[in-house]
């Protein structure tokens, strides 16, 4: 069982970054490939970026590419999420969520919702023009 606490939310305006962070709970954070996923009032959850088990492998979403990094500190059982250029349509409610796959599982399923198995409650992000 894996408990994940997502913090650094907020209201910010267009152009300026957020760092979120991740927070799980328990001894085996780095079995899991982590990922961030955004949900907008009236839209699907969608995938923002994914991290592999050990940190070396990430990918991203193409509508954050070259603004966000996603990173983890196994040793402090923490996923991070830096968010530059922030824009409007950057505004969701952001979780984070660990599935206890392989990277390699299948082809790009990190970016299905449905593969992973734990998942925060969430932390509004606002983006004001």
């Known amino acids: 069982q894996v408990q994940l606490v997502e913090s650094g939310g907020g209201l910010v305006q267009a152009g300026d970054s957020l760092r979120l962070s991740c927070a799980a709970s328990?001894?085996?954070?780095?079995?899991?490939?982590m990922g961030w996923f955004r949900q907008a009032p009236g839209k699907e959850r969608e995938f923002v970026t994914a991290i592999s088990r050990s940190g070396g492998s990430t990918y991203y979403a193409d509508s954050v590419k070259g603004r966000f990094t996603i990173s983890r500190d196994n040793a402090k059982n923490t996923v991070y999420l830096q968010m530059n250029s922030l824009k409007p349509e950057d505004t969701a409610v952001y979780y984070c969520a660990a599935a206890d796959k392989d990277v390699w599982y299948s082809s790009s399923w990190y970016r299905i919702p449905r593969e992973y198995d734990y998942w925060g409650q969430g932390t509004q992000v606002t983006v004001s023009s």
């Open positions: 328990g001894r085996t954070f780095s079995r899991y490939v």
